[in-house]
């Protein structure tokens, strides 16, 4: 069970949920699914006049120029409007096995690749778990992971704490916790780089956690989106088993978002998880985009790891200009910004309501981020600092900084 009540931003009547045009009754896994954060987050901003977002995990830049016109080159080649191989066409994903050996020291990794790293991860819950089998997470979490799991039926989810200090994964909880469940939980996952945190996981504790998961004999599936967004002269590191299940995205690292562009990376000695996957796989879109494919294809081929890093570095920037606007949070209560694009901070206790707090800044001050709830935190908000360009985000920043010293001082002024 997650820590704290969801607050939606609007009641809805059950009965108007549960019943279709038809009057037949809904699924109850979507009935108990969370209504994604982010429809919630654009709803509200379409209340706006000229609302500046530091919500939604987004980057502000495109792909590489060079292929972005290499993909011009190709939009009318007949393969590209036809289906391809369900894993992924051969060329993508003999260049990701090839990134993953020399970049993320996968050495006995096969890839699927998917349409974006969520799908990916859909596709590892259905292959993995069955209605009513017990999950590992950590709090803050993944919102939409936490939701694959609702709406594939498995609602047994223990939601375990992370450090107050640093937010990393407590491993001694998950020791004990997988030791005494029975049955013993199917799958833990990590987010590393984490979302929502902005915290990463030392190489050290996820090694810890790995041993823990294989001695247990449970899956282990992490979540490496941020993979290069790393600062202060952190590395990002993975880890490589039979029990381990890495995923990947090309949506942030570069700039990607719309195309739709991730992959699995699973252990090769696995005999007949392919086949497994593929069922969903073909179920679900079949095979990501042929275009979408390319460009990434593309990316890594005129791009790289290089590029990517050269526009995080510009993210350090935003990262401070984004904590100075914290500031009246004190800063004690703001943690993250070590990896990936966001920060994680504490409202004042008697403004615990962070989805009222998140309504108020954006309706009173024309700043949106994001209610903690919907992660599993209460009473926080997570703010991104990667989809703005350093002037606007200090216009956005700007916003924020009025907006809390008004809470903090003052309270919610309409």
Not at 121 to 127: A, M, Q
Request: glycine share 10%; net charge negative; proline share 6%.
């Amino acid at each position: 069970m997650s820590f704290g009540q969801k607050i939606p931003f609007c009641a809805l009547d059950r009965s108007e949920l549960e019943m279709g045009s038809f009057g037949m009754m809904l699924s109850r896994r979507t009935l108990g699914t969370d209504v994604p954060v982010m429809t919630q987050i654009r709803k509200l901003m379409a209340e706006l006049t000229n609302p500046m977002s530091l919500a939604q995990g987004v980057v502000h830049w495109q792909p590489p120029e060079k292929a972005l016109d290499k993909v011009k080159d190709i939009v009318w080649d007949p393969l590209v409007s036809s289906y391809g191989p369900d894993e992924g066409i051969p060329e993508l994903r003999l260049a990701l096995q090839n990134k993953l050996l020399h970049e993320n020291n996968l050495s006995n990794s096969a890839v699927m690749v998917t349409a974006g790293a969520n799908q990916a991860f859909v596709n590892l819950v259905l292959t993995l778990c069955d209605p009513g089998d017990s999950v590992v997470m950590f709090q803050p979490y993944y919102f939409n992971a936490y939701m694959a799991f609702q709406m594939t039926g498995v609602t047994n989810i223990l939601v375990g704490p992370g450090s107050p200090d640093t937010l990393y994964p407590d491993a001694d909880w998950l020791e004990r916790t997988l030791s005494e469940s029975k049955p013993t939980p199917k799958v833990v996952t990590v987010v590393n780089p984490g979302n929502p945190s902005g915290t990463y996981v030392p190489e050290p504790l996820l090694n810890r956690i790995s041993q823990i998961c294989k001695d247990a004999g449970c899956w282990l599936i992490v979540d490496n989106t941020y993979e290069y967004f790393m600062y202060d002269g952190l590395k990002h590191c993975c880890v490589e088993g039979d029990h381990i299940v890495n995923v990947f995205s090309f949506s942030k690292t570069y700039g990607m978002m719309g195309w739709r562009l991730g992959y699995i990376a699973y252990s090769e000695r696995l005999d007949g998880f392919a086949a497994e996957l593929l069922k969903i796989q073909d179920n679900i879109p079949i095979c990501a985009s042929i275009i979408s494919q390319r460009l990434g294809l593309y990316a890594l081929e005129e791009g790289g790891a290089g590029w990517v890093t050269e526009r995080v570095k510009g993210l350090v920037k935003n990262r401070e200009i984004v904590k100075e606007a914290l500031e009246p949070l004190g800063m004690e209560n703001v943690k993250g910004g070590e990896g990936a694009i966001y920060l994680w901070a504490k409202l004042p206790e008697e403004h615990r309501d962070d989805f009222k707090v998140v309504r108020w800044l954006a309706h009173r001050h024309g700043v949106v981020v994001i209610p903690g709830s919907a992660s599993g935190g209460p009473g926080y908000v997570r703010v991104s600092f990667g989809g703005l360009k350093e002037e606007a985000m200090r216009a956005a920043a700007e916003r924020l900084r009025k907006g809390l010293e008004e809470l903090v001082h003052l309270g919610m002024v309409e």
